[in-house]
């Protein structure tokens, strides 16, 4: 269980956010639910402490997260005297903006394989959690700080996002029983799930088709792949909002062992989002591209074509899927 192994530092950490103040807390690039949620719920967490606490100013936020992240988010000038990074692994997922930060880095609540920054105070990960919002859950707690219906909202959204709404294989009982503490804290449930999880957009409709018309397979139908262009985003009119989650679709079909998941950048780069059976490790196979996460879900960032993008990371999967 998550709180089984972050027990004994659980307690200290918690006392050295007690002994800091004026906190910046850093969400990664293409932020999603369990980066923004799990920050967004700390912050307030820490304001409820009696501490002055923002999040950092992250532009890459979509229309989804804007009413959990805007509100908090730090004034012009504000000069953090703590710096914490919230779901956050290493250099690269940092957004441009707040690379300046990289260096100054407090603490780290993560739970991602192999975290790669330097705390300078503490840091409190586990690899094996499902998502750092669990991790902030069993840290809201140490703070004393009760768990009303807005942090309930926030550690919720954070769990079901990196569980894939606990359908995913990282999924436990203390998933269960944590998201079920969140939901008796009274907010609305099925508001939250229906905005977070059910809702499209016309524009979201249409990539979808053009994605499914570009579904490719190699190795004997056990690697999938697809691609979102910049090109399919203008003729849709897709934001990143529109996109977001599409990598679940081709390990979604039946006899895939991974799925590749290409979205051109418009600076050209190709992020790779890679989802996997438990016959490859996703993190290792990134990790071979400089990327990382986790053993069924990783990402990294490649160059050239989207072809060719499929082409290097299908190549290392091949050579793990050959070995077996």
Not at 180 to 196: S, Y
Not at 197 to 224: C, D, M, P, Q
Not at 255 to 263: L, N, Q, S
Request: proline residues 3%; negative net charge; hydrophobic residues 40%.
């Amino acid at each position: 269980m998550v709180i089984d192994r972050i027990r004994e530092k659980l307690g200290s950490f918690a006392q050295k956010l007690r002994e800091r103040d004026d906190f910046l807390l850093l969400t990664h690039r293409r932020p999603d639910g369990d980066t923004v949620c799990s920050a967004a719920a700390l912050c307030r967490a820490l304001r409820a402490a009696g501490k002055t606490a923002y999040l950092a100013v992250n532009p890459e936020i979509t229309a989804r997260f804007a009413p959990y992240h805007g509100p908090l988010a730090a004034p012009a000038g504000f000069a953090p005297k703590t710096v914490v990074s919230v779901d956050i692994s290493a250099p690269q997922q940092f957004e441009s903006s707040q690379r300046v930060w990289l260096d100054r880095i407090d603490f780290v609540v993560d739970h991602h394989r192999a975290n790669g920054l330097t705390a300078r105070a503490d840091a409190l990960i586990d690899d094996e959690a499902p998502a750092t919002g669990e991790i902030v859950f069993y840290l809201i707690k140490e703070l004393e700080v009760g768990l009303d219906a807005v942090l309930g909202e926030l550690v919720y959204i954070a769990g079901s996002t990196d569980t894939g709404c606990f359908r995913y294989a990282n999924t436990t009982a203390e998933s269960h029983e944590i998201a079920a503490a969140c939901i008796r804290t009274g907010f609305d449930l099925t508001a939250v799930n229906t905005e977070q999880f059910e809702k499209k957009s016309l524009a979201r409709a249409r990539i979808e088709r053009l994605v499914y018309e570009g579904l490719s397979f190699r190795f004997g139908g056990r690697i999938a792949s697809i691609c979102i262009t910049q090109q399919m985003r203008r003729e849709t009119g897709a934001t990143d909002d529109d996109v977001d989650e599409f990598s679940a679709i081709p390990r979604q079909i039946e006899g895939v062992e991974a799925g590749i998941t290409v979205y051109e950048q418009k600076d050209g780069s190709m992020k790779i989002s890679l989802r996997t059976a438990d016959k490859v490790d996703a993190s290792r196979v990134c990790a071979v591209f400089g990327g990382g996460g986790h053993a069924r879900a990783a990402g990294c960032t490649v160059y050239g074509t989207p072809e060719e993008a499929v082409d290097q990371v299908a190549s290392e999967v091949e050579k793990v899927l050959t070995a077996r």
